[in-house]
């Protein structure tokens, strides 16, 4: 009777126990839940944010990209302005540069074009013998002298064949015209003109210069 007893109590003893075991490891599963629950709400909570963070970081890049595109525009419309400005100081002094060169031309035209689709000529120059076509730019580079004579140049006289019988010279013209610039576009038989620190015109090429006669 006794052993059984012991038993009992023994069988009890571990029943309260494992109870107890129960009860804290679900004290503990609660605790991780919790815990679980909380770290959620903090990853959903950062979530958020870092949609908004992206949200408000393509908004400011729509903000950035529209203002490089209002700058290339605005931009465009200075080299615009600042290219008639040199068209117009070439134009007005033309034959007076020229003039000091010895030669004379007697016409001096703006923006000559055979038609409305096509690009214009920028200055051209007449006398008896001789027609001066001139292309100007703000800032005159090689690749602008090259073009100029590869591809403008020789279409002059074939799409205004009244100045066929006429001596072709040609002109570059820039408001900022590098030495080096000057000297690549004499090599190439071209008169360069560009602006006086007073803010008239001339011509750059060396006194002893003989222009290329190009058709």
């Known amino acids: 009777m006794s052993e059984r007893l012991d038993r009992i109590e023994k ?6 126990r494992g109870i107890r075991e129960l009860r804290e490891f679900q004290k503990e599963t609660s605790q991780q839940i919790r815990e679980l629950r909380e770290f959620q709400m903090q990853t959903e909570k950062e979530i958020r944010e870092l949609r908004e963070s992206q949200k408000e970081t393509e908004n400011f890049l729509k903000e950035v990209m529209r203002g490089i595109r209002e700058l290339r525009i605005q931009l465009g419309d200075i080299g615009l302005v600042q290219g008639e400005i040199g068209e117009e100081l070439f134009y007005r002094n033309l034959k007076s540069m020229f003039k000091k060169r010895g030669m004379v031309f007697n016409s001096v035209r703006r923006n000559l074009r055979k038609s409305r689709d096509d690009r214009e000529y920028d200055i051209v120059a007449t006398n008896g013998t ?74 750059l090429n060396k006194e002893r210069f003989k222009p290329k006669v190009f058709g």
């Open 11 to 16: 069988n009890m003893e571990e029943l309260f």
């Open 130 to 203: 001789q027609v001066l076509v001139v292309e100007v730019k703000n800032k005159l580079r090689r690749r602008h002298i090259d073009q100029f004579l590869e591809e403008r140049l020789p279409e002059f006289k074939e799409k205004f064949p009244q100045y066929k019988d006429k001596e072709l010279l040609g002109a570059v013209g820039g408001l900022v015209v590098k030495d080096d610039v000057a000297r690549y576009a004499e090599r190439k038989g071209l008169f360069v003109l560009t602006q006086t620190d007073e803010g008239g015109a001339t011509i």
